[in-house]
């Protein structure tokens, strides 16, 4: 079967970098990328629902997180789109002709997110920047920018699958030639899409629980609520998700499922640490609502997550060295090192990060705005 498939060559151009090291950027930058995105798209839902609920009930405690929320989400989004560059540009120098292959056969539904993306950005800056004049139709909004995100994951959960199975690309072309395909009748696409989407709303629970433990030294009462309100949707969207990536693990090749059971023992033990992390992070949390100084659980809690979110992406590149294994050769590479521009890179990348930390902790100082 192998032998009847034609794969492009790869970039003729050599690695600026050993391969192991452009594996390892791929992989950390990846774990970046995901945690703004989570925050982008999983606070669009919260902020949409809490703005609902606060209507309803007249409740103002959910109508200053929205506010609040508000500001936070065309920050988040930039972070997204600028943590996402890394990690696509290494995705394409390691594995372009299987990326480029896929995304060329469902060629209009991956040009579709830029436009799609436009959209849901412009709709967050009108959610924060009209945030009193719309009333009754703001969550409409920013639920619908939420919802369009949600759609530009699920393209590209259906591209990053089919570039993993080069044995259906000539079906999938030579049956649809236009570049309208989508990757729907893999069963992993669906369980795979539900596991970044439930996970972000998990994952943006926590940035309001952050926000919370910032709110609790001025506005106790609050800055309880907030804690204990974003800690649920935490704790609501984790029990989710086990279910989630109980179908994921399911939906896979039986000898994809091996490798976290024992025949691969980095996959394996990795994926046990994830599990434990995931469990350990959901105690403390759920320690923290009532505790009388809650700031130690919850960082502990927090920190428990964003390593179960390191290895949850270490086990995504194990899984598809997997899926490649038969058709990608990393010995296939010519290696030219680029001293300099691996060291502009690196001053430039941490520059970066202090950066975005320093302006986070700006962010979840915002005041709300009174609506």
Known sequence: MNSQIILPEPDPIPLPAPYWLLKFLLVLTFILHIIAMNFTLGGGFIA????LIGRKKSNQFHTNLSSSLSKMLPIATAF????????LLFLQVLYGQYFYTSSIIMAWPWLAVILLLIIGYYGYYIYQFNFEKLSGIRAWIVLGSAVLFAIIGLIYT??????????????????????????????????????FLVASISVAGLLV???????????????RWAI???????????????????????SLKKEFILLYMGENTLATIVFGLSVLLSLISLILILLSFNAQNPKLLAIGGIVALFLTIAGMSIMRDILRHAYLENYFKPEQFDVQ???????????????????????????????????
């Open 48 to 51: 949409g629902i809490t703005d």
């Open 80 to 87: 997204t789109i600028t943590l996402g560059i890394a990690p």
């Open 158 to 195: 259906n591209n990053l699958v089919l570039m993993l199975t080069p044995e259906k690309w000539a079906q999938k072309y030579f049956a649809n030639p236009h570049g309208t395909n989508f990757n729907f009748d893999d069963p992993t696409v669906i369980p795979r899409y539900l596991h």
């Open 209 to 223: 629980l952050i926000y919370g433990l910032g709110k609790i030294s001025k506005d106790e009462k609050y800055g």
């Open 228 to 250: 204990k309100y974003g800690g649920l949707w935490f704790v609501f969207g984790t029990i989710v998700q086990y279910a989630v990536g109980i179908w994921f693990l399911l």
């Open 337 to 371: 090192l680029q001293l300099s521009v691996l060291i502009v890179f690196a001053v430039v990348f941490i520059a970066g990060l202090v950066t975005v930390g320093y302006m986070l902790s700006k962010v979840l100082k915002l005041k709300p705005t009174t609506a």
